[in-house]
Each structure stands twice: as structure tokens, then as C-alpha cells.
């Protein structure tokens, strides 16, 4: 087991040339990056480096068969001035899962969070203070053989690079609008649906930059069979209000099983609200908007958080959703989630890493 990882240190910060008050999603990269590569069946020395580019072959099986991984979770600064990462374990194992499904090999999961907490200690003055931000984590394990035959990679790099957020969704739209999608699919039965691998986000693109230009922000998955039942919105996962329930997609392989969702869930239980994850078709959700029963939809993810949803587009019909205003419930768990992520409230289910500094 690793107790130690070898460090290099930038020699001059970039952080005075960021501007935290006009954060974008992910274009800006802190000072440090965690990086080890895996050569002749073992994973090497872990290394933390300053931030920057690597050179790969041209033929790396990565770029050629996507043979590649990665996750997304977030750093806060607490209330008390210390630093929390959440749930880093659940993507820990997550991670570990869609290696699985790619055939990459499995990692040391106590070394990834030793890293995160390297880094969180490293970069502590990268992590934004303003509610709402966060320093966000991108781990990422690609296959570096080169190679053209369609195969597993002999060697691969993990590295964890972080970039100051802001939420996914701009707050100058309060909700966004979803295009139910009837003819691209995003995953299939049997396929890497419930993987987190760059195939399925660039499957996401056309279909992405098409509800786009129709004036929508993302597109609502259906499935891969019928496009009849509601999957997932390719950022985050989807979630309904229909009279007193919460409903959500169960997890049946085609859809993330996201961190967010599962402490969206665990939250609701604990108020005592009825959540069903089962089966929704979209014909569902129409007949419940026009019965008056449809009272929310929102998205939850790490990168978005909690994203209510005011119109989705059916097919030409337009679902208008609480008046295309955010609703009490999504409210209600986005401050919920993040007084737990900052410390503002008791972290009742031990969700945080707290990071000494
Ligand atoms: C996340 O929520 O962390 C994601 O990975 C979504 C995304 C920005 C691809």
C-alpha cells in the first residue's frame, strides 16, 4: 500500500490570474495535478506534478477506441474554513466500475482519496468561497498503448486535475427546458450506459447541439428500445414530483448511477417523502401535467447540482413545469445539499472528507 506520493510543486502560482467572481464549468485548471501510470501489469510511483500537458503516441488505444474513464466530484471550503470533499468514495467505486466495464485495471482506492486529499491540501486557495462554487475534480484513466488493434491497452495514466466551478447551469436561467428525445439513444440495454466513458458523452453531442439550436438546454434521454421510459439527462440525472411521490429512473444499466441522485434520495427518505426509482414513461409525465399532478422536475448531478426543469419539449408538446419557475422541493434540497457540503449543517450521513490544511 502507498503512504506517501512524491511531490513537485508549481514554482509560481497561477491563481492571481483567475477571476472567481466570473467562473465558468471547467476551462480553468488549478496549480497541481496527481498523476501514475500502469506498466507491465503493476500501477508505478503515484507523482503530483504542476498542472499541464503530457505527450501520448498517436496511436494510443484511447484515442482510437475510446478506451477511456473518468469521474466528477467536488471540493468545498466549509463554513469553518476547512475544506470537505463529497462522497469522494462512492466515485471511488464508481470508478472502479466503469474500469470493469472497460477492461482497464482496477486501482488502489485508498491511494485516489490520499491523492484528492494531496490535492485539496496543495490547491486549498483554488477552492472558491462564494456559496455555490467549488473546486471540482476530474479523475481520468486512459489507455496509453498504441496499438490499432481493437484490444485492451498493456498501459494506461489515472491523473486527477481540478478546475474552479461554478454550477453547470448558469444561474441567469432559474430552470432549464429538456427535449424528450425520440430518436437518438444515448445507451442500450447491455451497452456502457451506467459506465462513466467519453463514448456515451460523445454519443450525447449531435444530439446535444441539435435540441440546442431548438432552444433547448439538454436533452431528456429516453431508452434505447421503444424510447417510451424516461433514462437520464446525460449531465445528471432526472427527477419528478407527481402529487405527494418523488420518481426517479431505477438504475437497470442504461443510466449513471449518480452521487447525487443517491443523496437526493437518501435526503427525501429522511423527510419522510415517498420515492419511488422505478420505470417512468414519458407518457406518464405528460398525462400527470395535464391531470395537474406533475408539481416539479428536476436534474441532480455534481457538476449541476440540483437543476429544476420548467419546460420539457414532447415530442412538439410543451410541458410547462411550476410555471417555468424553480420549485420548493428542488429549492429545498439544493440549499439542503450544500449546508451539509460546506458545513453550514450537521453532516448527519458522514458524507464529508474533511481535509486538514
Ligand atoms: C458531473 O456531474 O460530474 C459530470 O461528469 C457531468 C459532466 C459535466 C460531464
Not at 471540493?75 to 470537505?84: E, H, N
Request: proline share 5%; glycine share 8%.
Amino acid at each position: 500500500m502507498i503512504t506517501s506520493i512524491k511531490t513537485t510543486r508549481v514554482t509560481q502560482s497561477r491563481l492571481e490570474t483567475v477571476d472567481f467572481n466570473n467562473l465558468g464549468f471547467g476551462s480553468v485548471f488549478s496549480d497541481h495535478m496527481f498523476q501514475v501510470d500502469y506498466v507491465n501489469g503493476f500501477w508505478s510511483e503515484p507523482e503530483i506534478v504542476p498542472y499541464g500537458p503530457f505527450s501520448i503516441a498517436p496511436g494510443a488505444l484511447c484515442l482510437h477506441y475510446g478506451q477511456s474513464v473518468f469521474e466528477g466530484l467536488k471540493a468545498y471550503m466549509g463554513v469553518d474554513g476547512l475544506p470537505r470533499i463529497f462522497r469522494p468514495d462512492r466515485n471511488a467505486s464508481r470508478l472502479q466500475n466503469s474500469c470493469k466495464r472497460l477492461c482497464i485495471p482496477a486501482f488502489d482506492e485508498s491511494l485516489f482519496l490520499m491523492a484528492l486529499d494531496h490535492l485539496v491540501q496543495l490547491d486549498a486557495n483554488w477552492i472558491p468561497k462564494e456559496r455555490g462554487k467549488a473546486l471540482y475534480f476530474r479523475p481520468l484513466i486512459i489507455g496509453l498503448e498504441a496499438n490499432l488493434t481493437v484490444k485492451p491497452s498493456d498501459n494506461y495514466r489515472f491523473y486527477i486535475m481540478s478546475s474552479p466551478v461554478r454550477e453547470y447551469f448558469s444561474k441567469s436561467n432559474p430552470t432549464i427546458s429538456l427535449k424528450a428525445e425520440h430518436s437518438f439513444t444515448r445507451a442500450a440495454p447491455g451497452g456502457m450506459g451506467h459506465a462513466k466513458t467519453a463514448g456515451n458523452y460523445a454519443a450525447s453531442l449531435l444530439p446535444g447541439i441539435r435540441s440546442l439550436s431548438e432552444g433547448h438546454d439538454q436533452v431528456l434521454w429516453l431508452d434505447g428500445v421503444n424510447h417510451e421510459y424516461v433514462e437520464e439527462v446525460g449531465q445528471m440525472n432526472i427527477f419528478f414530483q407527481i402529487g405527494n411521490k418523488v420518481i426517479t429512473p431505477e438504475l437497470r444499466g442504461t443510466i449513471l448511477p449518480g452521487v447525487t441522485r443517491d443523496s437526493v434520495l437518501e435526503l427525501l427518505r429522511r423527510r419522510g417523502i415517498v420515492c419511488e426509482e422505478r420505470r417512468v414513461s414519458i407518457q406518464e409525465i405528460v398525462d400527470a401535467a395535464y391531470a395537474g399532478s406533475l408539481v416539479e422536475a428536476f436534474g441532480a448531478g455534481t457538476a449541476a447540482v440540483i437543476a429544476p426543469v420548467g419546460n420539457i419539449d414532447v415530442n412538439g408538446q410543451q410541458i410547462e413545469i411550476n410555471n417555468s419557475a424553480p420549485g420548493p422541493l428542488a429549492s429545498s434540497l439544493y440549499n439542503e445539499i450544500l449546508d451539509i457540503q460546506t458545513g453550514v449543517s450537521d453532516d448527519v450521513f458522514n458524507w464529508n472528507r474533511m481535509v486538514s490544511l
